[in-house]
């Protein structure tokens, strides 16, 4: 416990010391001019700037309203003028890489007494997952506040957001690489192995917060560039993080570059095969659709007009039509179903191919030349499969994505129609 509490305190002086270093360049950089900006556009008088310039202790009530008020004017037509681009999102890129890591270990220490490295990339303190949910929640919350959303809104879509993050991130680490972070099993309120009720309940709150207090404060304060020191360093900032995740990337299939090209190979020819087949399904999918419609409204027409037809004696003239339509409805169901249910097959398939390839080249490589050992040819093997094993599973669900987008385009396709007009008689 002891030791616990030292560790805690020697982060906190470490951190403050940071802080002390991130304000003197932020300075540099040319940043601290918030005072000079407020008087050159009249947010301010002159004589409070100066006096807030010495000791700010001495500033008198109406002083401080005034350059608190002053301040937020300025924030709030920045803000509304402010349209996030490249240079904003590098800042809390790596702002919320290194603030979520920090904050995770923190929490690491504090509740479980370990100290753990959470570090996401080669180099640096860098946690893509907390970068990437930074960047996301505030272009999200950035664009609700300014249309004017309600903070039930901005809790909804954060949640909503924390929830796919933490599902599409816990997803892809266990099926690329057969990692596992965190786990919400344990739970009662889990909803699956990554998401729980509580946590996004943690993800509104943190973004009500967000929006109503830190957002407005942290693009304020990252401004836009004014100075030439300022897209100088982001830029190598953003070069830098680029080369990270690169070398992240590289640091993964550097074990054998003819099998790793060997498998992009595969992993592109099974890319190819999804999409023909899954475009060929999709074609088939929206025929039946439009089939579909077909009979329908043949059906209700001829319900309601039951008279019509009994009176003309077009009753064996329907029944054929019917069964026409009918039989056609069936062939583009039939081939729309069986391109979706060999999709997955073909694709595990393929998978399958690329894992043989791949122990067939790596073995005559060991043998021929040995560069490569067996235990390198197993750990390859490995990344091979779990490399290959999410487009199978990405397959398997590409048949209900093509349905949904079937009946999706057949609903905008209603609702784009020209309403019949009623002019008061019918010509037969």
């Not at 590098?90 to 890591?101: E, M, N, T, Y």
């Not at 990692?179 to 009720?197: E, G, K």
């Not at 999409?275 to 077909?294: M, V, Y």
């Not at 122990?359 to 490569?372: C, D, E, F, R, Y």
Request: hydrophobic fraction near 50%.
């Amino acid at each position: 416990m002891f030791l616990t509490i030292l560790s805690l305190l020697a982060l906190l002086v470490v951190a403050h010391g940071f802080l002390r270093v991130v304000r003197y360049f932020w300075q540099w950089l040319g940043y601290d001019v918030d005072l000079d900006r407020a008087v050159a556009g009249g947010y301010v008088s002159a004589e409070v700037a100066l006096a807030a310039e010495g000791d700010k202790r001495a500033l008198t009530a109406e002083q401080r309203r005034e350059l608190a008020l002053g301040r937020e004017r300025m924030r709030e037509e920045f803000l509304d003028r402010l349209r996030i681009g490249w240079y904003q999102v590098v800042f809390l890129f790596v702002i919320g890489s290194v603030a979520g890591l920090l904050l995770e270990e923190l929490w690491m220490l504090a509740t479980a007494g370990v100290s753990q490295s959470r570090v996401g990339l080669v180099w640096g303190p860098f946690s893509p997952l907390y970068g990437c949910g930074t960047v996301l929640l505030t272009v999200a919350t950035f664009l609700l506040r300014r249309n004017g959303a309600r903070l039930w809104q901005v809790f909804l879509v954060s949640m909503l957001i924390g929830g796919a993050l933490e599902q599409l991130t816990g997803w892809g680490m266990e099926a690329l690489f057969r990692a596992q972070s965190w786990t919400y099993v344990y739970l009662p309120d889990h909803i699956t192995q990554w998401v729980a009720w509580r946590f996004l309940v943690m993800w509104g709150l943190l973004g009500v917060v967000w929006t109503k207090f830190v957002m407005p404060w942290v693009l304020f304060r990252i401004g836009e560039p004014t100075t030439r020191r300022q897209v100088v360093f982001v830029t190598i900032l953003a070069v830098y993080l680029a080369l990270d995740i690169v070398m992240t990337l590289v640091s993964m299939i550097v074990l054998s570059i003819p099998l790793t090209a060997l498998t992009l190979g595969m992993v592109a020819f099974m890319l190819m095969a999804a999409g023909k087949i899954g475009g060929a399904a999709g074609k088939h999918f929206a025929d039946q659709q439009r089939r579909l419609g077909e009979v329908n409204g043949f059906i209700e027409e001829t319900i309601q007009g039951e008279k019509v037809v009994k009176v003309f004696c077009h009753e064996e003239r329907s029944i054929a039509d019917f069964h026409e339509r009918n039989h056609a409805l069936r062939d583009s169901a039939m081939q729309a179903n069986r391109l979706s249910n060999i999709l997955m097959p073909v694709i595990m398939s393929l998978g399958n191919v690329s894992y043989v390839l791949c122990a067939i080249v790596g073995s005559l490589i060991s043998v021929a030349t040995g560069t490569i050992s067996l235990g390198t040819l197993v750990s390859f093997l490995s990344l091979n499969k779990g490399f290959t094993s999410p487009i199978t599973q990405i397959s398997q669900q590409l048949s209900a994505i093509t349905q949904a987008s079937a009946g999706a385009s057949r609903v905008l396709q209603i609702l784009g129609e020209a309403p019949e007009v009623d002019n008061g008689y019918v010509e037969l």
